[in-house]
Structure formats: C-alpha cells, structure tokens
C-alpha cells in the first residue's frame, strides 16, 4: 500500500489543455479611392463673347448660326414689323428707366445703374436688376432675337477696367437669363481676353452704363 501511495505521490499533475489561439486581427480594410471627378462640362446656355473689335462679324455670324433653327428665325419680309411691335413694346413696358434707339433693323437700349460686387459674388442693384427683369419680360416674348450686351464704361463716360467690366455684362446677362431670355440668344461683347475677375476684397458698389444691342434673327437661306 506504502508503495502505492508513493508512486501516487510522484506522478506530475495532468497538463492544463493549451490555450486558444487568439483571434486573428482583421485586414486592414484598404479604403476605397475616391472615383476621379468628372469635370463639367460647359453649359449650352452660357453667354458666348463677341470680341468688340470684330463686333459686327461675329455677331452676324452668331445670328446665322441661330438662323438655322427656322423656328427660331424671321423671314426677311417679316423683320421690318417684328422689329417695329418689339420697340413699341419696349418704350410701353419699360418706360424712363431705359432708352430704346434704332439704327435700321437694330434697337440699342441703354441703361445706367449700379453693381454689387462681393467676393467672387457680383449682382446688379435692386434698381437695375428690376429694369433688366423689365427688359427681359419683352425679350422673352420677342424670342426671335440676338441680344448682345456690353459694359465699357461708368456713367461719367469714364473707361472701366476690362475685366470689371466683363464681369458686369455676364451679371446683367444673367439677370436677362434668370428672368425667362433664354441663354443661347444671350452674348457679351469684350474688349480683349477677358481674365478671371479677382475676388473683391470687399463689398463694393460700381455705377456703370449698361447697352444692349438687339439684333432681329433672320432665317438662313434654303431653311
């Protein structure tokens, strides 16, 4: 029995079953790369430029090419009339806040007012805005027109600086536009490359003089 116990007694205790292992980390997920950005493209209804200095070719080209559409366009027998109501409807809706001449078939309106600019952000006044939208309810109506738009100069007479004065015209354009013209009807007319506008420091009023050529849309021949 001595024996027994003693053999008992000398035996190591059983092993501990060995420990799990531990659970494996997970991958490192890869974040996914972002889908490179499409650039946008250039609206159909931005205002197109007309360079100042060849004003007359690129605008009857410009024409020609709206001419194209017949639906769009005037036959030549109707231009004379169309013109006539169009400057009738002027002179009655938009009254003293703008003036209508008429060389030929061309009406020129000419207005002065003020532009609010801000940062990249540039607007005309309330007083020129709503004359712009006044404008833009009759060439809304008369859509069978190009109309051209130009800011040179303040209402001194005084020559503005190129690029203030592009960011102008596209302002008053975009004021036509937002009030029903449709855009592909709309042009500015530059002198020179027009740069970028460098963002005002600071909120800035502009007084300036404001001419919008509205030249009749003739139907090309053999539409």
């Known amino acids: 029995m001595l024996a027994i116990l003693l053999a008992a007694c000398t035996q190591s205790p059983p092993k501990p079953p060995p420990a799990p292992p531990p659970p494996a980390k997970p991958a490192a997920a890869t974040p996914a790369k972002p889908a490179a950005a499409t650039p946008t493209p250039p609206r159909a209804d931005e205002p197109r430029r007309i360079d100042a200095e060849n004003f007359a070719r690129e605008r009857d080209r410009l024409a020609a090419t709206l001419g194209r ?109 937002q009030a029903g013209v449709a855009g592909r009807r709309l042009a500015v007319v530059e002198r020179g490359a027009a740069a970028k506008a460098p963002a005002s420091a600071g909120a800035a009023t502009t007084t300036a003089h404001v001419e919008v050529d509205i030249d009749p849309i003739r139907r090309r021949a053999g539409n």
């Open 69 to 177: 559409d017949e639906r769009a366009a005037l036959a030549d027998t109707e231009v004379g009339y169309y013109m006539d109501v169009l400057q009738g409807r002027l002179l009655q809706r938009a009254g003293d806040r703008l003036t209508v001449t008429r060389e030929s078939d061309r009406l020129i309106v000419a207005l002065n007012g003020a532009f609010e600019s801000a940062g990249d952000r540039c607007q005309p006044a309330r007083p020129l805005g709503e004359a712009l939208q006044a404008l833009a309810k009759v060439l809304a109506e008369f859509d069978k027109t190009l109309v051209a738009l130009r800011v040179e100069a303040d209402v001194r007479g005084a020559a503005l600086d190129p690029v203030q004065a592009h960011r102008y015209a596209v302002a008053a354009a975009r004021s036509l536009e």
